[in-house]
């Protein structure tokens, strides 16, 4: 089955400084990849998304980049502020795995961003 | 809408204890699906369902029973609880990709 690893585990930049998180995949068949932003005590929430047909897609100050051949993907966040700090999860579909027309979702085991100001 | 909605927000168990987390949609979703948030290990699934009356296991469903009677309710029940399962529980819905959480239900067993 499919097998996300996420890393840095816990990264710590100062403000106006550049994160980047990146997670790799096993399942050359995932062809959807979301990233999820969860706030301290809340729940998690799509930031952004990227399809196994585009290698990059940006929104304001957060960017995925996806490598199909090397099997990874990554978060840049530009010009970090302290509100972006977060628990940061990345995923992988599989539209073909999990036996349902839903295919199966495998979450990495997310990174803890701190900014500090 | 309110979207998935989950009670209770937080609980406290005795071990062998058992108890039910509630969750609910109102956006007609037929995926439901319930995850297990651990330090250090992401969202695990636990459970899902792709419409009333069909449920399956996902990556760790020992201890844990639900039942989709109808689109809206998916509860899922601990049968005997555990110290393990102190954990924060996310109830999900899904349309396409697009995953909606409901806010978390904090459980500690003692």
């Known amino acids: 089955g499919e097998n996300v690893e996420q890393h840095p585990s816990t990264l710590s930049v100062q403000e106006g400084d550049s994160a980047v998180i990146k997670c790799t995949y096993s399942?050359?068949?995932?062809?959807?990849f979301p990233w999820y932003k969860q706030e301290l005590g809340k729940r998690p929430q799509l930031i952004i998304d990227?399809?196994?047909?585009?290698g990059e897609k940006k929104d304001q100050r957060i960017a995925v980049t996806l490598n199909k051949t090397a099997k990874h993907f990554s978060l840049h966040i530009t010009e970090t502020q302290p509100e972006d700090s977060a628990v940061y999860f990345c995923?992988?579909?599989?539209?073909?795995?999990?036996?349902?027309?839903?295919?199966?979702?495998?979450f990495g085991q997310g990174t803890i961003l701190t900014v500090h100001p | 809408n309110a979207g998935v909605t989950q009670t209770p927000k937080f609980q406290v168990l005795k071990t062998g204890q058992s108890m039910t987390l509630q969750c609910a949609q109102d956006?007609?979703?037929?995926?439901m699906s319930w995850y297990r948030q651990d330090p250090g290990m992401g969202l695990r699934l636990i459970h899902y369902?792709?419409?009333?009356?069909?449920?399956d296991q996902g990556e760790v469903p020992n201890g844990y029973n639900v039942s989709r009677s109808t689109t809206e309710d998916f509860p899922l029940r601990l049968l005997s609880a555990a110290p393990s399962q102190t954990s924060v529980y996310f109830c999900?819905?899904?349309?396409?990709?697009?995953?909606?959480f409901g806010e978390g239900s904090w459980l500690t067993v003692v």
């Open positions: 999900a819905s899904r349309s396409g990709n697009t995953i909606y």
């Open positions: 399942d050359s068949a995932s062809n959807y």
């Open positions: 990227i399809r196994s047909n585009v």
């Open positions: 995923a992988a579909s599989n539209p073909l795995a999990g036996g349902t027309s839903y295919g199966k979702l495998t």
């Open positions: 956006m007609n979703h037929e995926y």
């Open positions: 369902s792709v419409g009333a009356g069909i449920t």
